[in-house]
């Protein structure tokens, strides 16, 4: 039965092939012959059942399902790759972020430790490559692979350029393709591919992934100043007191309205940070880089929209514009 939430209704399109995707993410943690022992089950069990959005493997559904194929096993295990992707990529942010809290529960490092938390991620981002391969798509292991490269850099340089003020927009956009467009495109050209588009209609619907990752990155950005912690289950303004700019910062410095502020807490000394952060935060909310952060997303959201018009019309279609809108006006 659908809830309240509209992302079930969203997804009733493909509610049936989404319960057996997290069926699959839940059975990586079982136990088997083949399977990690109990002491590594029980904490893989804990980490694969955080509820999440679900939103990348719905894509490969979804897309998979454009040109009037029914999912078959072999689109199934991608969305099930995709969705244990995003959760391996989830468990090294929060690790490399000394994260606490992710969705409102503890994370990996903060239960047990960097080391256990890292080697977690590394388990679950082999295990969603092992589901890519029974795809038997050289195409899309060939992607995936380079999604899970572009994800490395993404991370790589968001710590490389944290405490620094040479973020600029440039900067700023490759990383959220790195750390989220990326594996957004691949979730969408991926359904496509296993749909049996053509490829000019696999590119134009990987494109509408671009748009909606970047959309969506900008937005999540965006509510880490607009939010409060129990709404995003995660502290609000994180990535600033991270001396990660994101682009409400970047837009703030560019026009000067927080730049002092800014600096002040980019080149401060740790007894001095939790002040200078008030006083960095107060100003970018204060200044006009909100709206025009949300307009840059919104530009995002139209092109992704553009992306679907050249689409037949079907329950999919409609359900990918409905998804679109969601990502749009959430608020956590």
Known sequence: MLGADPKERIYAPIAD????????????????????????????????????????????????????????????KMATAVELLHIASLI???????????????TASNLWGGNIAVLLGDFVFATSATFVCDT???????????????????????????????????????RIYDKTA?????????GAVLGESDDESAANVREYGYNLGMAYQV????????????????PTANDLSN?????????????????????????????????????????????????RSRAIANDYIDAALRNLEPVPESESKEALVQLTGYIRDRQF
């Open 17 to 76: 092939d989404l319960d057996t995707v997290i069926a699959n993410i839940a059975g990586v943690a079982e136990t088997n012959s083949h399977g990690p022992p109990p002491e590594i089950e029980a904490r893989l069990s804990q980490v694969l059942a955080t509820p999440g959005k679900r939103i990348r493997p719905a894509i490969t559904l979804l897309t998979s399902k454009l040109w009037g194929r029914i999912p078959d096993e072999r689109t199934i």
């Open 92 to 106: 090294h942010d929060d690790t490399v972020d000394s994260a606490d809290t992710r969705r409102g529960h503890a």
């Open 136 to 174: 038997n798509s050289v195409r899309l292991i060939r992607r995936f692979a380079q999604t899970i490269a572009e994800l490395s850099r993404g991370e790589l340089n968001e710590i490389l350029e944290s405490w620094s003020l040479k973020t600029d927009r440039e900067r700023y956009f490759q």
């Open 182 to 190: 990326s594996l957004f495109s691949t979730s969408a050209e991926s």
């Open 219 to 234: 937005l999540d950005d965006l509510l880490d100043y607009e939010s409060n912690p129990e709404q995003l289950g995660k």
């Open 243 to 291: 001396g990660v700019l994101t682009l409400p910062a970047i837009l703030a410095l560019e026009s000067g309205e927080a730049r002092s502020e800014i600096s002040a807490y980019l080149n401060s000394a740790n007894g001095d940070r939790p002040q200078l952060l008030e006083a960095a935060y107060e100003a970018i909310c204060a200044s006009d880089a909100l709206d």
